[in-house]
């Protein structure tokens, strides 16, 4: 078996040009941005709240490495778990229409649906990535000024090992 094998950040840095490429359904004006705050997105976007927040995006590695054993002396099939999380800010009136937060309920489903599409489309897939398998979370309304809506993506790939 001869492969090339990737690794979970080149995974993680392809969902994050499909989001980047995405256009949104509703306010396609407005698209996603990956938070480059130097705070995990969930901390920085419930100090933040404001407009600046709306569609800010973080990918990052969920859940444990789940390794089947060896199958080639270079490459080793793994399945991990990546984390999309999108942040909406619940507090701005009139942002997402006249129901405001109804608005923002099927606004965040919207995205969420069109985020597992893109994801899921194999047209998407990187070398050695053999499948990303989004599941759509329930939206998270914790806080009252900030709202997140995840997206799991189960993540199946080849990543390099060396036997000897």
């Not at 793994?78 to 942002?95: F, H, M, N, Q, S």
């Amino acid at each position: 078996m001869s492969l090339t094998p990737t690794t979970l950040t080149a995974v993680i840095n392809k969902v994050t040009d499909v989001l980047h490429l995405l256009t949104p359904g509703q306010q396609p004006d407005k698209g996603f941005e990956r938070a480059v705050a130097e705070l995990p997105l969930r901390l920085w976007a419930v100090t933040n709240q404001g407009e600046e927040i709306f569609r800010k995006f973080e990918v990052v590695r969920s859940g444990p490495r789940l390794d089947p054993g060896c199958q080639d002396p270079q490459a080793v099939y793994i399945t991990r778990e990546l984390r999309v999380t999108i942040a909406y800010p619940a507090k701005i009136v009139g942002l997402y229409g006249l129901g405001d937060l109804d608005d923002l309920e099927d606004l965040a489903e919207d995205d969420a649906t069109k985020i597992r599409d893109a994801i899921y489309s194999p047209g998407n897939l990187i070398a050695s990535c053999q499948a990303m398998v989004p599941e759509i979370q329930e939206l998270e309304r914790g806080d009252p000024g900030v709202w997140f809506q995840d997206v799991l993506v189960r993540v199946h790939l080849f990543v390099s090992q060396t036997l000897t």
